[in-house]
């Protein structure tokens, strides 16, 4: 299946008024997210919103439509939030931390997208090359060079690629992908705005931190 092939199936063919767009790809992307490709009924997620039994299937055609298009919605924000937090004209370690600091904030304010990708990442398949393809393998192609050049510099320290993926996914989407936990051991105060935003600050503090030469 080509990239080009999903986007027309991701595409809606036509708007409901008692269901916005985002509404309905937000609603999509947690139902997927929370019971995984297979576990979504149409048809619930059809009740939940509130609209017809079909509706649906007349704007996207398919489920697998439906997830393309909610991906899509989810996905892009993410890397658009990274780009415009990124200021190329900064110093690398400054830019190295907005980019994390970027990237958990996104990920606590979306934390569908992380359940998500774990998801599809157990099954394998052309969902989840569509993911790689089409968003993660393009921001680490942007994000790459700038710590490669920062290692020529002398500047941090040379970490095998998935080290500083994992560090930065894991430790930056896992408190608010598993919220049930989160709100088990650390309390519903671990997921208010002022805590996310110290916690937003302090993973990129980290993540720079270990990496810098001193």
Not at 170 to 190: D, I, Q, W
């Amino acid at each position: 299946m080509t990239e080009g092939v999903r986007r027309q199936r991701g595409r809606p063919r036509g708007d409901d008024p008692a269901a916005p767009a985002d509404n309905v790809l937000a609603a999509a992307l947690h139902a997927f997210g929370v019971h995984g490709y297979q576990g979504v009924s149409v048809r619930e997620l059809n009740k939940e919103l509130g609209v017809s039994h079909n509706a649906l299937h007349q704007r996207f055609g398919s489920k697998e439509a439906v997830w393309y298009a909610a991906v899509d919605w989810g996905f892009g924000g993410l890397v658009s939030a990274l780009l415009a937090a990124d200021d190329p004209s900064a110093d690398g370690l400054a830019r190295l931390r907005s980019f994390v600091r970027a990237f958990v904030l996104y990920q606590a304010r979306n934390p569908d997208l992380q359940r998500v990708i774990n998801g599809e990442a157990g099954a394998g398949g052309a969902r989840l090359e569509h993911l790689l393809s089409k968003f993660v393998r393009p921001v680490l192609e942007w994000f790459e060079p700038l710590v490669t050049q920062l290692v020529v510099d002398g500047r941090v320290r040379a970490v095998p690629p998935e080290l500083l993926y994992t560090m930065i996914t894991a430790g930056g989407g896992t408190l608010f992908s598993n919220v049930a936990a989160t709100r088990y051991l650390f309390g519903e105060e671990a997921l208010g705005e002022a805590a996310v935003a110290r916690y937003a600050e302090e993973v990129a503090d980290f993540v720079v931190g270990g990496l810098t030469v001193t």
